[in-house]
């Protein structure tokens, strides 16, 4: 389970336009529910992620939290730049209690990426950081699940690989990810919420939201058409 509760957060880029992400937001993402929030792009989808997981803080409100909530899935931001794969992840195999050895072992199978594993992260390519980080978040047993967009790692050989791995993580942890794919979601979900204009609106039934999605979709391009 978490709990948005009466969360702002705002943007205010040098020489730009102020950019709402939440405004005044009340929402409760369910525990036993997989949630696929949908929303345009630069609809603040991944600040909405990185607010969840607590690696960034809402100007105003709170979010409470239950069980172990992973860091996004896939975000290769995670790591130390000067630090190698392998030490990249005992690191976060600290931070999470988990066996070092067996985490390591995991990821140095899931990423395909052998000896690799012992260069610096910032030698890697944004794919072999993908890999990297996506096979971390899966090494953990988490409660929750946070996916930024995802899965599109890799070939069509490791994306399968891939996508069943977190298939089977998914029957003992809940999961909210975000994205613009209608289909990801589909296949992931059960419950869905829309993104747009600061709020966010939850459905009981993601084909729902989908009609929501798309909806909000017609409405924003009408208005860029009347704009013009």
């Known amino acids: 389970m978490i709990r948005v509760e009466n969360v702002t957060k705002v943007y205010h880029p040098r020489g730009g336009h102020r950019n709402v992400v939440l405004d005044n937001v009340s929402v409760e993402f369910p525990s036993g529910r997989n949630v696929g929030v949908l929303g345009l792009n630069g609809a603040g989808k991944s600040t909405l992620i990185r607010l969840l997981a607590g690696t960034e803080m809402p100007d105003r409100g709170q979010i409470v939290r239950g069980g172990l909530i992973s860091f996004p899935l896939g975000l290769a931001s995670i790591f130390h730049p000067d630090l190698t794969g392998r030490e990249n992840v005992e690191f976060l195999a600290r931070i999470y209690n988990v066996d070092q050895r067996k985490m390591f072992d995991y990821v140095r199978e899931f990423s395909e990426l052998g000896a690799q594993l012992d260069n610096q992260t910032k030698t890697y390519s944004s794919g072999m950081l993908a890999k990297v980080a996506f096979g971390a978040c899966l090494a953990i047993r988490f409660d929750v699940f946070l996916i930024d967009e995802a899965t599109e790692v890799g070939d069509g050989r490791f994306r399968e690989k891939a996508l069943r791995e977190f298939s089977e993580r ?29 709020s966010i609106t939850l459905y009981d039934d993601v084909e729902l939201a989908i009609v929501g999605y798309k909806n909000s979709t017609a409405l924003r391009a009408d208005d860029r058409a009347a704009s013009r």
Request: with cysteine.
């Open 170 to 198: 998914t029957t003992h942890a809940d999961i909210i990810i975000v994205s613009h794919n209608v289909d990801t979601i589909r296949q992931f979900c059960d419950m869905g919420a829309v993104l747009s204009g600061g």
